[in-house]
């Protein structure tokens, strides 16, 4: 039987959460699916649960196993790429801290199968919080949420809307920039249509990024090329974010280093000339605020100036090629992220 949707899984010392991430996907009412995992090189048990995990699906899986920890890009693009020569037409892109509620992958399809138009359709993504009773550790599932969405403002200061705010159902369905990388839908036509090649593959997720941003940067991509992206509060799933920003002293540098970079990069793909001339004055005002506060409080940050000076010119090619082939103009796009602002706030003033 052809697999309409498969589902794309990258652990990486994930052991913990697995348990709860697998019933969930066991209970999922929708089963024509298939399961793809690549553990990036764990050193926890990981590997181990995955081997007794994986039989207890209900549908087909296969894992993958690297030697070293490739990323969640690459591990990703490789996925992707075998769902496309399985003639899949669905991937959903899911983080092994997440746990779905069972209607969750039947919801996303219905809507995707309904709007031709979607390039990728993300759902109402809570907050889970690991709660030890009894000597049993296991994640609980709270009413705050962590993402209905990704926004921009115009300083580029790309967030998750609505984190931690409590759920009041105040994100209605509707239009998005983009979707959290935790738990997205994409279809499969509109991933080739916005992909690069790349020594002779083609890469979805951009792998320079290796980890943190690139799901914007391809939510961007789509923006650019004419797909819509897609939120619907009616498909529930709960995210432990590990490292969220009322944590951010717990943020390995390294991690921090990479989340800092890879803005950079998002910019000089993705950001177009006269766009970015408009809210310059705000974009360089909080650049510099934030470079000042990281040389005073958090100097390794900047570990990979190297790197990224390095590959600047590979994001420029990168950027070339986006704008040579984009289908929406500049004053679309700038008028596109205007609407998305300005129903943020709309929403919150109903919700206050």
């Known amino acids: 039987m052809e697999h309409r949707l498969i589902i794309s899984l990258v652990t990486w010392n994930s052991s913990h959460y697995l348990e709860q991430l697998f019933v969930s996907l066991r209970q999922q009412t929708e089963q024509n699916l298939e399961l793809l995992v690549t553990d990036n090189a764990s050193t926890d048990d990981t590997v181990l649960r995955l081997s007794e995990l994986l039989p207890t699906l209900p549908y087909p899986a296969t894992l993958f196993r690297e030697k070293e ?9 490789h996925h992707i790429r075998e769902a496309v020569r399985r003639k ?3 991937v959903l892109v ?8 069972e209607h969750a992958c039947a919801i996303l399809l219905d809507a995707m199968m309904h709007n031709d138009r979607l390039g990728s359709i993300g759902g109402r993504i809570l907050r889970a919080q ?3 009773t009894d000597g049993l550790t296991t994640l609980q599932k709270l009413s705050t949420i962590d993402s209905t969405g990704l926004v921009m403002t115009r300083s580029r200061m790309m967030r998750e809307r609505g984190y931690g705010e409590s759920d ?3 994100y209605r369905e509707g239009p998005v920039l983009g979707v959290s990388g935790a738990f997205v839908l994409y279809r499969l036509r509109a991933l080739v249509d916005v992909s690069m090649r790349r020594e002779g593959h083609r890469e979805f997720f951009d792998s320079d990024f290796f980890s943190y941003k690139e799901d914007a940067d391809l939510a961007w991509r789509l923006q650019w090329f004419g797909w819509l992206s897609w939120y619907t509060p009616k498909a529930v799933a709960w995210h432990h974010r590990t ?3 009322e944590r951010r002293n717990r943020v390995p540098a ?3 280093a990479l989340s800092w970079r890879n803005h950079f990069f998002l910019l000089i793909k993705n950001d177009d000339r006269k766009n970015f001339l408009h809210d310059a004055p705000l974009i360089f005002f909080r650049e510099c605020v934030k470079l000042f506060w990281i040389l005073l409080r958090e100097p390794r940050t900047v570990q990979l100036f190297p790197s990224l000076i390095r590959l600047w010119s590979t994001m420029l090619q990168k950027r070339r090629w986006i704008m040579s082939h984009r289908r929406q103009s ?3 796009m700038r008028q596109m992220f205007r609407s998305f602002r300005s129903s943020l706030s709309t929403t919150k003033q109903k919700g206050s």
């Open 88 to 90: 899949a037409r669905f």
């Open 330 to 332: 500049p004053a679309a």
């Open 168 to 170: 009041r159902g105040q």
């Open 94 to 101: 899911v983080n092994p801290d997440c746990i779905l509620e």
């Open 130 to 132: 690991f709660v030890t």
């Open 254 to 256: 390294y991690l921090r």
């Open 243 to 245: 490292f969220g920003r």
């Open 69 to 77: 920890n490739i990323g969640f890009a690459h591990a990703h693009n």
